[in-house]
Every structure is written in C-alpha cells, then in structure tokens.
T-cell receptor
C-alpha cells in the first residue's frame, strides 16, 4: 500500500490547458514537498508546504496543503510543453522522505 | 558548489555479477539516502545513512544488498549476485540534516543498472 497516493498517474493535455494533480494520504504530515523529475535526471524540489491550508504560487504553478495536512494539490495554469515531466509529492516519515508514485504529465504543442 | 555526484551513470552487469554504485553527497552534507525507481514509478526508499552509520535500512532487501558511508569517500550501494529484477534506476540524495519537516533533499542524476 502506498502511503502517499497521487492521481492521476498519467495526464496528456494540449498546450494552454489547465490541470490539477492530487496527492492524498490517510496520515498527517508535518510538511509535504513537490518535486519534478525529467527523464534521465534526479528529482528537483519545486516547493515545500508546511502549514495546513497554505497556498504557494510559483509562476503558473499553485500548490495547496490541505487543512488537515493529509493532502496536497498542484495546479498548473496554461500548461506549456516545458512542463512535461514526472511530478512527485513527498513527505517525511520516520526520518526519511516517502514519495508518491508520481504523475506523468505530457503537454503537447 | 558541486551537486550530488553519482557514478557510473550507466552500469551493465550479467546475472550473478556484483554491482557497485557510488554517491558523493554535496559538500557539508552528512546524511545520504538511496532510492530505487522503476520506469514510470515513484521513488522507493532503500536506506538512510549518516557518516559511518546505517540509520534506517528498512527498504533494502536483506539478501544481496548492502550500503556504507565511510568516514572518508563516497557512499556505496552494493548489490551482489545481481538478477534481472535488480534492473532499475538508483538515486542517491543528500541533506545537511535529518529529514523531519521541510528539509530539502538534493538528488544525483542516478545510476541506471541493467542486468543482462
């Protein structure tokens, strides 16, 4: 069983569309992080959310941490081909970072 | 500042051989984590080490796999008598402190292990 469940697992959209990726858990996390990974490379941190209900914006990306600190979402406005990649949520448990299974996003021009 | 360095980038082994994966953490980082990733999947935690100590190896198979992080030199993930199922990308990450809340992990580019 996956401690962090991401949905959808795959998403293929056209340039200019909006999308939302979800990260859910039955456990409470002190914080959640979102990483982006490109083929052949390691994940790179996009954002960390710490406070329940927190919203953070990074250009066209909006991240939200649920009030109960059990879930998070990533919303991308007007997606571009450069947004293509694997998006991973992660949270600390037992001194290590646990990852969701990822959302593979493909943005077609 | 060099990032997390992993080598080799690609490693091909035949069944039964040994694979040694190396990871040099970022300067000043004493915490190292190893993860394994299969195609189109997230990262599965394997082992967490802090200089000369294994802190958590709960994600690492007890047979054939071992890890070390000596006082001097890189961290090594060693897989003995490799089997086809060991084929995967192995990522190393480092941090200056333990991951408890909000700390960032810095990842290397990974080693792609292929077992023939």
């Amino acid at each position: 069983t996956q401690l962090l469940e991401q949905s959808p697992q795959f998403l293929s959209i056209q340039e200019g569309e909006n999308l939302t990726v979800y990260c859910n858990s039955s456990s409470v996390f002190s914080s959640l992080q979102w990483y982006r990974q490109e083929p052949g490379e390691g994940p790179v941190l996009l954002v960390t959310v710490v406070t329940g209900g927190e919203v953070k914006k990074l250009k066209r990306l909006t991240f939200q941490f649920g009030d109960a600190r059990k879930d998070s979402s990533l919303h991308i406005t007007a997606a571009q081909p450069g947004d293509t990649g694997l998006y991973l949520c992660a949270g600390p448990k037992g001194g290590k970072l646990i990852f969701g299974q990822g959302t593979e996003l493909s943005v077609k021009p | 500042n060099a990032g997390v360095m992993q080598n080799p980038r690609h490693l091909v082994r035949r069944r039964g051989q040994e694979a040694r994966l190396r990871c040099s953490p970022m300067k000043g980082h004493s915490h190292v984590y190893w993860y394994r990733q299969l195609p189109e999947e997230g990262l599965k935690f394997m082992v967490y080490l802090q200089k000369e100590n294994i802190i958590d190896e709960s994600g690492m198979p007890k047979e054939r796999f071992s890890a070390e992080f000596p006082k001097e030199g890189p961290s090594i993930l060693r897989i003995q008598q490799v089997v086809r199922g060991d084929s995967a990308a192995y990522f190393c990450a480092s941090s200056p402190s333990a991951v408890t809340g909000g700390e960032k992990l810095f990842f290397g580019s990974g080693t792609q292990l292929s077992v023939l």
